[in-house]
């Protein structure tokens, strides 16, 4: 951001300060992201059960509904699949449900094909997209045993979460897990099968700078879609209109002022959505299998998503 280009002078910005205007109704949506009934759907007895189908085949004992809950459960609170059964057992018990709660091997069978629908409806106007990847660890050893006994580094790996935010409701409207192999521009046409808007702004960083990136998204959207993609120090004009504009906005008037002008500073509000990802889900995937990763990064969007709809904090700049 802005520091990037005035590192010589950093400290001679002065830190923005704000303040929340809606203390009463923010504290309020904060404690009911910990109320467990809120997670429950108020049908969940009637359709806890799977429906019998009319094929040829095994029965399946619980729902999808029964399977998302639970595994939502675990994301929300952080739980192993074992505790997830204990938890969802006592929940159960204690609002007086007779439910027979599935274990963690079922839980986890299941999670692999789970069909999670989305709980945001499709905007009637068009909205602005920012998109950003970031790393979530996997699993892999934390550094202590290799201090105290000697033991040979252990082995670790990680996955990439792609994620798209609409900046006007604070929805996560796209989320994609893949490899720490693939980039982002290979997994930005996936990313955008999620979303059924029409996008008119996109704003990205300067990973997202090349051509198949504007291909897809004309592809997408249509030609009057704005591409807001800050092009690097040595970029040269090419075929694309709007990243020549850009090139000579910033040779002209300067970078800081192309940010301000072009709305690119807004661009922050998806890195501020991650690190909420990171410190209300966490920065770790529980699930092993590539499969359960792609179902549990599904719940945990619908479950942020969830915890917007409780209310929002409302800032003011205090000069």
Known sequence: MPHK??????????????????????????????????????????NWTSPRRKTRGGQSRYSDLAIEICLTLRVVFRLPLRQTQGFVRSIARLMGMDLVVPD??????????????????????SITLIVDSTGL???????????????????????KLHIGLDPETGDVVASKVTTEHVGDETALPALLTDIDDYVSRFLADGAYDGQGVTDCLIGKFGRGIDVIIPPPKNAAHGENAQRNHHIDAIAQ??????????????????????????????????????????????????????????????????F
């Open 5 to 46: 280009f005035n590192d010589a002078r950093r400290d001679k910005f002065p830190k923005a300060k704000y303040r929340v205007t809606n203390c009463s109704e923010y504290n309020e949506s904060l404690r009911r992201r910990g109320d467990v009934t809120i997670w429950v759907s108020d049908d969940v007895v009637q």
């Open 104 to 125: 963690y091997s079922t839980l986890s069978r299941r999670g692999k094909r789970l069909k999670i629908t989305p709980n945001r409806s499709v905007s009637d106007k």
């Open 137 to 159: 660890k996997v699993h892999g050893g934390n550094g202590w045993h290799e201090e105290k006994h000697g033991t040979k580094k252990a082995r670790k790996t990680w996955r």
């Open 253 to 318: 008037h300067g970078r800081m002022s192309w940010q301000t002008k072009t709305g690119y500073n807004e661009r922050s509000r998806i890195e501020a959505q991650i690190g909420r990802w990171k410190q209300v889900i966490g920065d770790r995937l529980q699930a092993r299998d590539f499969d359960n990763q792609i179902a549990e990064v599904k719940i945990a969007s619908k479950a942020l998503n969830r915890m917007t709809g409780f209310g929002r904090a409302a800032y003011e700049r205090v």
